[in-house]
């Protein structure tokens, strides 16, 4: 089972048993090893995890609580595993090869523990208010050549409406839909059009115009996906009874940092010759409940991540 593991893996694996330890369990269990990929500070799940808000404090005080220390302290040199984690080995080593990675790194080891649907690690990670789909995404990011810190490649200004979303949009509850090319995909807070989403452009910028030519077409190839998704989705939603049309609109009146409206407009839209900022209110924002719009939030991802 370790035999694919690179050092950086099997680093985290020992911290993870240093961890059991000390919370005195007598096997390794996934909170362990969630806290042995914080507890190396130069690995990069560390690096992606503080991106999220959680650090090593946070995590072992979660940990702790969603499993107490055992009665005894475990004082052999290597705990057994749990077999959920055996499990976790086995699943990051399925993300290796779907991959087509020769070695299970510590990402893998991530993404084998996020498909896990319990278990204290993902629990500690909701409970932390982790957005476990975006999470996953980021690390993917990351093994496919994404980059550490997408921040970086792209940098937010402070005091920006726009860039305080993207940097929420982490959390869990969030109505994060994909990270695409250029731009971070949201389902938008107006649901009057169901299926209104928004992009916003990866980093600060202002102006379209800022752009060069190749980021420009970039940006508009994934306009163009977000508008197939939501026709896709609603494939007969249209006054022909075929996919909506769709309205585009790149608007920077109110906020100064590019972002696109993606709007289907749909047979029982009341005015279709109208654009939609004139409706009331209560109209625009529609009367989709939160568990309709997690549903369409995941066709939508879907369509985009197929």
């Given at each position: 089972m370790f035999e694919r593991l690179t050092i950086g893996a099997n680093k985290v694996v020992a911290l993870a048993n240093q961890e059991a330890k000390q919370l005195q369990q007598e096997q390794v269990g996934s909170g362990p090893l969630l806290l042995g990929l914080l507890a190396d500070g130069e690995g990069g799940c560390a690096a992606v995890l503080r991106g999220f808000g959680v650090d090593l404090t946070r995590a072992r005080a979660e940990v702790n609580r969603l499993s107490p220390p055992g009665s005894k302290i475990a004082m052999s040199r290597m705990l057994p595993m749990t077999v959920r984690v055996t499990h976790v080995l086995q699943l990051a080593g399925d993300e290796a090869r779907a991959l087509r990675h020769a070695d299970v790194e510590a990402e893998h080891l991530l993404l084998g523990m996020l498909r896990e649907t319990d278990g204290v690690a993902v629990n500690a990670l909701r409970n932390l208010g982790v957005n476990l789909e975006r999470l996953r995404a980021v690390v993917l990011a990351r093994l496919s050549g994404g980059g550490d810190d997408l921040l970086t490649i792209h940098p937010l200004r402070a005091g920006c409406p726009m860039c305080a979303t993207i940097l929420d949009l982490g959390r869990a509850g969030s109505m994060w839909i994909a990270d695409l090319s250029e731009s971070h995909v949201v389902l938008g807070d107006n649901q009057g059009?169901?299926?209104?989403?928004?992009?916003?452009?990866?980093?600060?910028?202002?102006?379209?115009?800022?752009?060069?030519?190749?980021?420009?077409?970039?940006?508009?190839?994934?306009?163009?996906?977000?508008?197939?998704?939501?026709?896709?989705?609603?494939?007969?939603?249209?006054?022909d009874g075929g996919p909506p049309r769709i309205n585009y609109e790149c608007l920077g009146n109110q906020v100064a940092h590019v972002h696109w409206h993606v709007i289907?407009?749909?047979?029982?839209?009341?005015?279709?010759?109208?654009?939609?900022?004139?409706?009331?209110?209560?109209?625009?924002?529609?009367?989709?409940?939160?568990?309709?719009?997690?549903?369409?939030v995941k066709q939508l991802r879907v369509q985009l991540q197929g």
């Open positions: 059009c169901r299926g209104w989403c928004a992009l916003l452009l990866k980093g600060h910028v202002e102006h379209l115009s800022e752009l060069d030519e190749d980021r420009q077409m970039r940006v508009w190839r994934d306009v163009s996906r977000v508008a197939g998704a939501i026709r896709a989705v609603f494939p007969k939603s249209g006054k289907p407009r749909h047979a029982d839209d009341m005015d279709p010759t109208k654009p939609v900022w004139g409706w009331e209110t209560e109209r625009l924002k529609g009367s989709m409940t939160e568990t309709q719009r997690e549903a369409l």
